[in-house]
């Protein structure tokens, strides 16, 4: 018998991992499913979360919850969408609001999206180094521009998998 995971993923390759949660150690108890894919079966994420943040985050919006015996650490993210909709969700959930750059005044044209965020980022950076600060931005800008020259290349998989590493810096931004 397929594992739970197997079963709720439709045995399709994962697309990206993400840590949601950056900070949080316990185990996860709960596994909770995201919605259906688009473009047929299986779950569009899976999502592992310890009791506090099962309690925490009720508006995540999921399929169904199901039990974890710690399988995972609380916060992991498996992510089973295209690149395009993990770039999507990666706005959605803290680019826009860091950098104010959005993907549809730019036409979801990614390359153009991760060119500009990189270029607010370095803008800020440098702000800072000129009033003789050090920001905690800076440790996002060589994951940033490696999304950036994947996006221009036209490897949105390779983007989505370096923004995921820039969600991490970013939630210890907040």
Excluded: K
Excluded at 50 to 61: G, I, Q, T, V
Excluded at 126 to 146: I, K, T, W, Y
């Amino acid at each position: 018998m397929p594992h739970l995971i197997q079963q709720l993923s439709a045995h399709r390759a994962l697309g990206g991992l993400r840590t949601g949660l950056a900070g949080c150690s316990l185990p996860a108890a709960t596994l909770r499913e995201g919605p259906a894919r688009d473009d047929g079966p299986g779950a569009a994420w899976l999502v592992f979360l310890c009791p506090a943040h099962s309690e925490d985050l009720p508006a995540w919006p999921a399929a169904a919850t199901h039990p974890d015996g710690g399988s995972m650490p609380c916060g992991t993210v498996l992510d089973y969408r295209t690149a395009e909709q993990q770039l999507q969700s990666h706005a959605d959930l803290w680019l826009t609001t860091l950098t104010g750059v959005d993907p549809q005044s730019l036409g979801y044209v990614w390359s153009d999206v991760l060119d500009q965020a990189d270029r607010v980022l370095l803008a800020r950076v440098e702000e800072a180094r000129a009033d003789g600060e050090d920001s905690p931005l800076q440790n996002m800008l060589a994951v940033m521009g490696l999304a950036c020259r994947a996006a221009a290349e036209g490897d949105l998989e390779v983007a989505a998998t370096s923004m995921a590493h820039c969600e991490t810096l970013a939630q210890s931004l907040t």
